[in-house]
T-cell receptor
Framework: AQSVTQLGSHVSVSEGALVLLRCNYSSSVPPYLFWYVQYPNQGLQLLLKYTSAATLVKGINGFEAEFKKSETSFHLTKPSAHMSDAAEYFCAVTRGSGNTPLVFGKGTRLSVIA | DAGVIQSPRHEVTEMGQEVTLRCKPISGHDYLFWYRQTMMRGLELLIYFNNNVPIDDSGMPEDRFSAKMPNASFSTLKIQPSEPRDSAVYFC?????????????FGPGTRLTVL
């Protein structure tokens, strides 16, 4: 069964510092991986997705993620944190082939300190 | 497009009452998903539909939960009778197409509190 593990339920960074949120996956089929962001009292918004076209994926708001098959990882990074990046971030993998439900990690709450 | 619409946004009810959550997917989308978010279990799938037909309801916790999609523009999730442990945020999401990497668009969620 497909699964994702997000290391660290809470990450705190200073404004302007590098953001690194970790995600490792387990999948019996070629994985399609996603990062979603959830702002307080809102739904989830897609940041970026890996579709096997390129291992380095660029998303919205300056975020990017690199797919590393050898490490079964899909870590999310941003060179310089902004206060507005404070939110909950979820890594997800598709359950199987075709349009199937997402299997989510537990989430990582990002705090940005001024 | 207005995005995925869910109603109500907040629901407070007493144990034993019937609760109905509503979702209007994005027009033209043929997949609809119901997820539940709790502190303990995180985000988990309850049920999903393709072209209004339920495909997988294995995530529905008990017979107290039921979901319908009578047409392409409307779905309901019903809990009868409700229990305090049903308190959670319920999300509806929709997407288009059969490929594995199609984006799911999420609604704002319904925060359910069962007293």
């Amino acid at each position: 069964a497909q699964s994702v593990t997000q290391l660290g339920s809470h990450v705190s960074v200073s404004e302007g510092a590098l953001v690194l949120l970790r995600c490792n996956y387990s999948s019996s089929v070629p994985p399609y991986l996603f990062w979603y962001v959830q702002y307080p009292n809102q739904g989830l918004q897609l940041l970026l997705k890996y579709t096997s076209a390129a291992t380095l994926v660029k998303g919205i708001n300056g975020f990017e993620a690199e797919f590393k098959k050898s490490e079964t990882s899909f870590h999310l990074t941003k060179p310089s944190a902004h206060m507005s990046d404070a939110a909950e971030y979820f890594c997800a993998v598709t359950r199987g082939s075709g349009n199937t439900p997402l299997v989510f990690g537990k989430g990582t709450r990002l705090s940005v300190i001024a | 497009d207005a995005g995925v619409i869910q109603s109500p946004r907040h629901e407070v009810t007493e144990m034993g009452q019937e609760v109905t959550l509503r979702c209007k997917p994005i027009s033209g989308h043929d997949y609809l998903f119901w997820y539940r978010q709790t502190m303990m279990r995180g985000l988990e799938l309850l049920i999903y539909f393709n072209n209004n037909v339920p495909i997988d309801d294995s995530g529905m916790p008990e017979d107290r939960f039921s979901a319908k999609m009578p047409n392409a523009s409307f779905s309901t999730l019903k809990i009868q009778p409700s229990e305090p442990r049903d308190s959670a945020v319920y999300f509806c999401a929709s997407s288009f197409g059969a490929t594995s990497y199609n984006e799911q668009f999420f609604g704002p969620g319904t925060r359910l509190t069962v007293l």
